[in-house]
């Protein structure tokens, strides 16, 4: 596939690109969160692009690098059938990308999912609470510093306790063993 | 109250009288299928024409809590849906019993991470456990066999014996060794 | 006048919109979400959505595993189609590895798929149809399921969560009588087509309430994300197996159908109609695979075969660190896509160059349809919230993850 859907966006947007490449097939662009809304408004409306298909958005945590997360997007156009990847860096203190809820109405449903699992804020969002975890959760999963196993119990979790019926039959268990006739 | 709620300890052993309700009990199970998740595929199947759960008496799903008796947790359980089954068990009115189906009712699976419950019974009580991921609807089939036989050996006063074991969690007391329900008559 | 009158009585009567709860656990939601309808009288106004009430950690589980462990991850993820899943992945995986596999395995792959998808259509159709009380198509719909899972069963060992790709081939090979199997049971899922057409289709009572209800139209469709049967009912024609094709889709021949209105109606046909078309291209690959190697011959990704690992050193040591450490896949990102089930299946990987995941992203179709149903419920009625949940199939596993 040709690089002509990165040629477009550094035609258009100079000095949005830090960097792109084309590995694995993949056209990938990188950018930084402020060129994020007009660049996504080129794909969608450019002639050459027509990128109508918000296929997905999701972010990566790089533990150790700065910037710390990158939220990815992936564009596709239905018509013309290429693909675009949108790498936002993101830094740790910041944390925070517009969102790009007016351009592609399905971008605010992702992007709850992203800040419900990477706490990434996405500003301008109209109702950005977790959609996949629930309200008191504290904390963000995915992070690469949540531990796996850290669980918050929303009800207070009880011991295995003994069957009320079972410990009728334990107390009738010495009638029978007198020789009852009876079956209990 | 009906005349089990009179009865304090066992004075008479009823066995006739038990043999016919738990007969009746077993054979007559309105089930609440609290299904989730890939384990409710093999709850389909084993309720449809090739695995018949129906010439067990478990035919017919009742999906309000108020008519049912016995409750399928089918599929994982996480700690978002918790207080929603927690309430589901408690509006379930007595005799009730549960069947844990498939390994992430019963013991979490192979999810052992922050979003799951390691297993129902740390939730609500269970009466049969059924693994496999997911149980062959012959498996299901034996669970539900198991639990008829489980029904038969009880007292038909399981009513009370139940309201007091509530009336001991209600108040707190969730402990091993607690102190026994029954206590001895020297006759 | 007498609106007027009407006008008057109206305003006298005092009425509030009632909030209702279809909560988690409801009998004809096909998994666990959460609705919170605002009402008024019958009508919805306003659908608020929640999920997460199967979520069970899949990405944060995955990323402590290696490459290989996760196979059993994406079983559950569409429980209905689990080898579609396991294929996606291994197809995501094989792409960032760069490695090609045989081609008797892209043969067993595609049809294997197909299989899974006769399988996660007729659930469809058999449970959307058990909700809106056609008790009998859903019997017929279970029974051709039946058949196709002893099939499956008969290949890989399980008949619902099969764990059955591995990277850069698959388990085994089918057995030797997969043909008669295969004609057996071709013949009789046919004809539970046929009569479920004949129960459906033109029935009054499946019409009224399936025709003409959420109905959803083209640019509002992509707008809001929605792939696969849904998408193709409003008449975009978007397959990926058309489009960009992968395996063996473009050495079979097959229609993708398309609808034209884009309601409910539209979408069970779309899923018949893939019935048909799937049980075409299983006949097609059949005829036309070759028999030959399963599994590629990358030494970096296969263990080595049994002779060796136990009569030589290297290739007990070559088998121990592709077990223990997971096969080491080069870093960088990639993103790969199938046709699900219920739409397109992406996974974007992200490896550090060592045994066990970075990052595995599965772009599911179930959480973005449901992103957007709200769309679908506002203005329309409570009972017709029954159809169009249950021909978005909106998969439990795939949602949450």
Known sequence: ?184 | ?187 | MAQDFIDTIDQDIHSEPMILQMGPSHPATHGTVRFTLTLDGETIIKADTEVGYLHRGFEKEVENKTWTQAFPYTDRLNYVSPLLNNFGYALAVEKLLEIEVPDRCDWIRTIMGELSRLSDHLTCLGAGALELNAMTAFLYAIEGRELVWDIVEAVTGARMTVSYGRIGGVKDDLPENFGEMWQKARARILDIHATTHKLLSRNRIFLDRMEGTGVLTPDQAIAWGYTGPTLRSTGVAYDVRKDHPYFKYNEVDFTVPVGTRGDNYDRYLVRMEELVQSVSIIDQALEKMEPGPINTDDPRVMLPEKQKVYNSIEGMIAHFKIVFEGIQVPAGEVYSYTEGGCGELGFYIVSNGTGKPWKVHVRSPSFIHMGGIHKLLEGSMISDLIPTFDTINMIGGECDR
Not at chain 2, 91 to 108: H, L, R
Not at chain 2, 137 to 165: C, F, H, M, N, S
């Open chain 1, 1 to 184: 596939m040709a690089k002509k859907l990165i040629d477009l966006v550094k035609r258009k947007h100079k000095d949005a690109v830090v960097d792109s490449h084309n590995r694995l097939g993949d056209d990938t662009v990188i950018i930084r969160p402020e060129h994020l809304i007009e660049i996504a408004t080129t794909l969608r409306d450019d002639a050459g692009a027509k990128m109508n298909l918000l296929r997905d958005i999701t972010a990566v945590d790089y533990l150790n690098r700065v910037p710390r997360f990158e939220v990815v997007y992936i564009f596709y156009s239905i018509e013309l059938k290429h693909q675009l990847l949108v790498r936002v860096l993101v830094d740790e203190d910041s944390c925070k990308v517009p969102t790009l809820n007016e351009v592609y109405p399905i971008a605010g449903w992702l992007e709850r999912e992203v800040f419900d699992m990477y706490g990434v804020d996405f500003t301008g969002h109209p109702d950005l609470r977790r959609v996949l975890l629930y309200e008191e959760f504290e904390g963000h999963p995915l992070r690469k510093d949540y531990a796996v196993q850290a669980s918050q119990p929303r009800v207070a979790l009880r011991a295995r306790e003994r069957d009320a019926v079972e410990e009728f039959k334990e107390y009738v268990q010495d009638e029978r063993a007198k020789g009852s006739r009876e079956q209990y």
């Open chain 2, 1 to 187: 109250m009906g005349l089990e709620h009179k009865i304090d300890e066992s004075i008479a052993f009823t066995t006739k009288l038990d043999d016919a309700v738990n007969w009746a009990r077993k054979h007559s199970l309105f089930q609440y299928p609290f299904v989730t998740a890939c384990c409710g595929m093999e709850y389909m199947a084993t309720a449809a024409s090739r695995y018949d759960i129906a010439r067990f008496g478990a035919e017919i799903p009742r999906f309000s809590p108020r008519q049912a008796d016995l409750l399928w947790v089918v599929g994982t359980v996480n700690h978002k849906l918790a207080p929603f089954l927690r309430r589901i068990y408690e509006q379930i009115s007595e005799p009730k019993w549960v069947i844990s189906f498939g390994v992430c009712a019963s013991t979490g699976g192979f999810y052992d991470n922050y979003a799951t419950v390691q297993g129902i019974d740390k939730i609500i009580p269970v009466d049969v456990y059924i693994p496999g991921c997911p149980p062959r609807p012959e498996q299901v089939l034996d669970g539900l066999l198991a639990l008829q036989a489980k029904i038969e050996e009880e007292p038909w006063l399981k009513y009370a014996y139940e309201e007091k074991r509530r009336m001991r969690e209600s108040e707190g007391g969730i402990i091993e060794d607690a102190e026994p329900l029954f206590r001895k008559v020297d006759v």
